[in-house]
């Protein structure tokens, strides 16, 4: 007879262990990567509380009838989908614009325009490939429903460039541009139809080797050609818009220029021109964008972490006709940043480890209601121990302070680098309270 | 990650790596002996930064902004499509990816197809679309090497592979009855590092754009 089979890589073991991994493509975040999450989601929302926004919370899961209506082919492709217990079908979120938009468009309709709301929460992908291999990430954003013009597209590319600043981000520049700019071009440049088509096909792919091609094998070069060539190095200041301006001949493009200039302006007033770049070649998903669009990229990381822009398409397609700008960050992304930044946060301490043995229960449980009155963390044993015990237990949990409760009115208290000390527990506690204020 | 001022480029090993060194050099870059690089893996000269890595890993080092830049056949972007910008058509590393069957076989123009082709490839995705865009089924068996040999051995029907010359082929007793697409090596840039490092990435950009105009 054969051995049985066995060992790590056997997929037919007669009792298969439970995948401790977790289900490929989605991630646990461990208590440092959690933390760093959660005080960057905070800080997001924060900011985004300041300038007025109300935070909202939509569900997970939506109608698709709802997604039908605001999301294009590829991000429906993209959804989880199933079907309730009634039958109807629904997906997990893929981005929350939508649902937001609903809520403007249903819950919210007598609320008067314009909306200030943000959010956060997960989005998530059936798509293994696009995002390191994450099928689900973490996104806060911020939606500014009923407002046009200038003013509005100023007030959230500055409000996003606080919020990268407010998660700690030091070094970040946002790039500002304008999807009118392109539809201009694309309305002025003397191509048949299906060249159009496959030329927006290359940009939406960024393949400049294609759209090269396209471009060559057309007689009439025009101004438009050119700046189609050099999409991807339409970038700079203030200048670049007199450049551009120069060879443009449509009113879309030229329309889009000046609305560009005065929201560089504006943003100069909102105290952030030092970090804005115009970028008349940004390319974005030209059906949903109908105004500025912009960028936010952190320092030496590949992909943007903040991106939004002016969508006034899609209020209208839930029965609200609407302005609307706004933009999320990817959250994944900005604790990444932080966790690799020269000095990551620190993961905060544990102030006080709070042992006992025998009769001290009570004063340790006590003492930490106490400790924990005064904001302090403080986690109390669940067995009587030793001295050595304790100081083997205060070193695994990592607290700056231990307390071991040998009585009711005795407890001995050691603190990092100090000698320990025998004392009553309320002295102890109105020490430690007292080194925290 | 690289500093401000330097540039980051994936070249890769294999059937394009003397014409990239080589490009590297006549764009007055960086001059680089294929030994120097393949014991180094990364060598650093004057303000640029050269990685060797697999061909089909290029992509991946890009995306992900390891590299600004990358050098990559089309054929490997045809299968692994990411967010990258396709620059410049370096005009080098010329070949064809080709749907070849045995010489004996009766297979040749799409009439000639059985209802359901088998083919064996490394290009997957490539080679499914671009039978299911003519209307037909297709299997697609994936394999990592030696593709030549799968259909002598009567595994599939024939195979979709890259080719320059034709000599394996023919030396495999295997025929062209269809070219899929023409690939050469391309210039890669990752979406970030041509908006964070404007001013060097497009000055390498430039200069490799004209070394390769020259050449072709």
Known sequence: ?437 | MTPAQQVAIAVPTGALHDGALSLLARSGLASLGAEELGRQLLVEREGLRVILVRPSDVPAYVDHGAADLGIVGKDILWETPGAHYELVDLRFGGCRLVLAVPDASSLDGPETWPPMIRVATKYPRTAAAWFESRGQAVEVVQLHGSVELAPQVGLVDGIVDLTATGRTLRDNRLRITAVLGTSTARLIANQASLKTRTAAVQSVVAKMREASSDAG
């Open chain 1, 1 to 437: 007879m054969w051995p049985r089979p066995g060992g790590f890589f056997t997929s037919a073991s007669p009792s298969p262990a439970p995948q401790l991994g977790g289900v490929p493509g989605f991630r646990d975040l461990l208590p440092l990567e959690a933390e760093i999450l959660r005080e960057a989601q905070e800080s997001l929302l924060g900011e985004m509380r300041r300038w007025g926004y109300r935070h909202v919370i939509t569900p997970l899961v939506e109608s698709m009838d709802v997604l039908d209506v605001g999301l294009g082919i590829e991000q429906r492709r993209r959804l989880f989908k199933f079907t309730d217990g009634r039958g109807d079908v629904v997906a997990l979120v893929g981005e929350r614009t939508v649902p937001v938009a609903r809520l403007v468009a249903g819950k919210l309709r007598a609320a008067p325009l314009p909306l200030r709301l943000c959010y956060a929460g997960p989005v998530l992908s059936t798509d293994e490939g696009r995002f390191q291999q994450r099928r689900e990430t973490y996104q806060v954003g911020a939606e500014l429903v009923g407002a046009s013009g200038p003013v509005a597209d100023a007030e959230v590319i500055a409000l996003a460039a606080r919020c990268m600043e407010a998660t700690g981000i030091r070094r970040y520049q946002i790039d500002v541009g304008h999807a009118e700019f392109f539809q201009g071009i694309m309305d002025a440049v003397k191509l048949p139809d299906e060249v159009k088509a496959a030329v927006r096909t290359a940009l939406a792919a960024r393949d400049f080797v294609a759209l090269e091609a396209l471009l060559e094998d057309t007689p009439l070069k025009s101004a438009e050609h050119e700046l189609l060539l050099r999409f991807p190095a339409l970038r700079g200041g203030a200048e670049i818009l007199e450049a551009a301006g120069g060879l443009v001949r449509n009113q879309r493009s030229e329309a889009a220029l000046s609305e560009l200039a005065r929201v560089r302006e504006l943003l100069v007033a909102h105290g952030i021109g030092e970090v804005v770049n115009l970028d008349l070649g940004a390319i974005r998903d030209f059906d949903y964008y109908t105004g500025v669009i912009f960028e936010g990229y952190g320092p030496d990381f590949g992909r943007p972490v903040a991106q939004g822009g002016r969508y006034d398409g899609l209020l209208e397609r839930f029965g609200r006709p609407a302005p609307a700008t706004g933009f999320m960050v990817q959250l994944d992304l900005v604790s990444e940043m932080l966790t690799r930044a020269p000095r990551p946060p620190a993961l905060p301490r544990l102030d006080a480890a709070l042992a006992w043995s025998g009769p001290g229960l009570s004063t340790a449980l006590r003492l930490g209601s106490t400790l924990r009155l005064f904001g302090m963390r403080a986690v109390v044993d669940t067995e009587s121990r030793s001295t050595s015990e304790a100081n083997a237990w205060w070193h695994a949990v990592g607290a700056a302070n231990l307390v071991h409760c040998l009585s009711d009115s005795v407890v001995a208290w050691s603190a990092t680098g100090q000698r320990t000390r025998r004392l009553p527990p309320e002295q102890v506690a109105a020490r430690l309270a007292g080194g925290v204020s």
